[in-house]
C-alpha cells in the first residue's frame, strides 16, 4: 500500500508544524549545522520575501532547544550535534510596532514578554539597548548557558518607510543602537543569526560588529533558502504528476515550463539557481501557472522611487553591480538597482571574476511579467483586463504586419495617462511605458541598440520579421502636419544613419517606423513607415 501525500506547507509557519502536520520539508539542515558547528558565532543573510527566511530561524530554534525527535531523516539527524538547549532571544521585527513614535516602547514590551516567559524580570524604563543586555544576562545567570538570539525581518523598521525618510532614519538609530550591543556580550552568546531583505551597509546598522559574518553571498550558502532543480524534483515529484495531468503536459513539458515561470534566483557566484518556495508551492497547489509571489506584495515604493528618479526602465534588463555595491544600500542613498536585487526583482545571472561585477537580469516569467504589468499600472490607467486585451491586438497586428492597429491599440495606453504624471511625461517616460509594453507582449525587445552610428531606441524582433522604431517628441504641436514631420524626421534618421545595416544577415524583412509622441495629448501624434 502506497504511503500518503505529505502536505505542500503552504501557510505553515514554524519547523515544528512540518512535523505535527506532516508537511513537506525540503532538507537544509546540513546548511545549519555547517553554521552552528563553525567558529563564526554571528551570522547575517539577506533574502528576498517568502524565501524561507522565517522556517530557516524557527528550524534552528528547534535545533537550540534539544527537539532531536522532529529532525528523524535528515541530516543532521546523523551528523556528531550533541543537542544541547540553550536559551533563546527570537525577535520577529515584522511583529513589533514601528510607526512613528511607538517603536522604542514596542521592541521594550517583545523583551520584557520574552522575560517574562522565561521566569525572569528585568528593569523597566531603560533604553531597549539596555534592556537587550539585561535579557542576555538574565538568561544566561538562570540558564547557566551561552544565550542564543534569532532575529528575523531585521530591518522591517527601516523598509517599511523609505518613503518617510524622517521615521526610517528614527528607526535606523534604534536598530543600530540595539544591534550594537551584540559585540560586547559576546561571551555571553552560542550564535547570533539576523535575517531581512535589504543588506545595510556595515557602517550604516552594524558598526562596530566586526565579528559579523554575512553569507548573503557566500557560495557556501547559496541554495539555503530556496529549492534547487533536483530539490524540485526529488521532494514534490507526485505533485508534478498530478500538475502535468491537469496542463495536458508531458511531465518533461511541465518541468520545462515550471523553469521558465519560477526557476532563476542565484545568490553567489556559480551556485546553482532556485526556486521561489512560496511561488512553487501556489502553482503546486492550484495545479496551475500563476504568480502568487508577486501579488503577495506589490512594490509600491519601487515604482515610485523609479518614478521620482526617472530611472532608465529599459535598462533594468542589463545591469551590473560590483560586490562592494551590495553592502552600500542606506537610506541616505537609495541605489534603485541594489533595491531591486536584494527584493528579489533583479537577480544575479552571471559574474565576471576579473572587473567583480555580477551581470543581473529578471530572475523568471513570472517576476518579469508581474513587474512590467504593475509599472504599466502606474505609468498609465488601464486596467489589468483592458490592458491584457490591448497587448494581444497588438501582438497579432505585428504579426500580421498591420502597423494601424497596432499603433491605435498603443495609442490607448498611451491616452491613459494619469494626471499627476502629464507634466513629467517626457521622452524617456514614454519610451519606458513602450518598452514595457511590448515586454508584455512576450516579443523579443530591446532598446537603445548600439551600432556604429548611435543607437536603435527600439527593436522588436519576430519569426520572420524585425522592426526598428525611432521616436521623438513633440510637447507643444498643435497642428497635425508639424507631428507628421516630426515622424518624417524620426524615419529619416533611420535611413540614414543605416540602422537597418545591423540585421540585413538576419534574413528576416525589414520594417523602419519613425514615430512621434505628443505630449500636449498624452499619445502617439504620428507615425511613418519606410
Known sequence: MSQPLKGLPIGLQTFEDFHTRNGVYVDKTRYLYSMISATSKIYFLSRPRRFGKSLTLSTLEAIFTGKKELFSGLWIESANYEWEVYPIIRIDMSKIPHGEGEFSNALARDLARIGTSNGVTIPKNIPESELLIELILALH???????????????????DHLTNRTLASKNREILRNFYGVLKGMDEYLRFVFLTG???????????????????????????????????????????????????????????????YWYNGYSFGKNVDKVYNPYSTLNALSLNEFASKWFESGTPTFLIKL?????????????????????????????????LLVQTGYLTI?????????????????????????????HLSDVDQGQSRSLIRDMMLSLKNNDLDSFFKALMTFFANIPYELQTKADEKYYQSLFHSVMVLIGLKTQSEVHTNNRRIEAVIELKNAIYLFEFKIEMDATEKETLKKTAKEALKQIQTKGYRKKYEGHRKSIHEIGAVFDGKQRTIGAWMRE
Open 141 to 159: 545567570q538562570k540558564y547557566k548557558e551561552k544565550v542564543v538570539i534569532l532575529i528575523d525581518e531585521y530591518d522591517k523598521p527601516i523598509i
Open 197 to 259: 531583505v535589504t543588506k545595510f551597509s556595515q557602517v550604516s546598522i552594524f558598526s562596530g560588529l566586526n565579528n559579523l559574518r554575512d553569507i548573503t553571498l557566500d557560495s557556501a550558502f547559496g541554495t539555503l533558502c530556496g529549492y534547487t532543480q533536483e530539490e524540485l524534483e526529488q521532494y514534490f515529484e507526485p505533485y508534478f504528476e498530478t500538475f502535468s495531468q491537469q496542463q495536458g503536459l508531458s511531465l518533461e513539458e511541465t518541468l520545462k515550463k515550471f523553469k
Open 306 to 338: 523609479i518614478q521620482e528618479r526617472e530611472y532608465d526602465i529599459p535598462s533594468l534588463e542589463d545591469l551590473s553591480i560590483s560586490s562592494s555595491d551590495f553592502g552600500s544600500f542606506d537610506i541616505d542613498k537609495i541605489e534603485i538597482k541594489t
Open 349 to 377: 545571472t552571471d559574474y565576471d571574476k576579473e572587473w567583480d561585477l555580477y551581470q543581473l537580469g529578471f530572475p523568471n516569467y513570472e517576476v518579469k511579467d508581474g513587474f512590467y504589468s504593475h509599472l504599466i499600472k
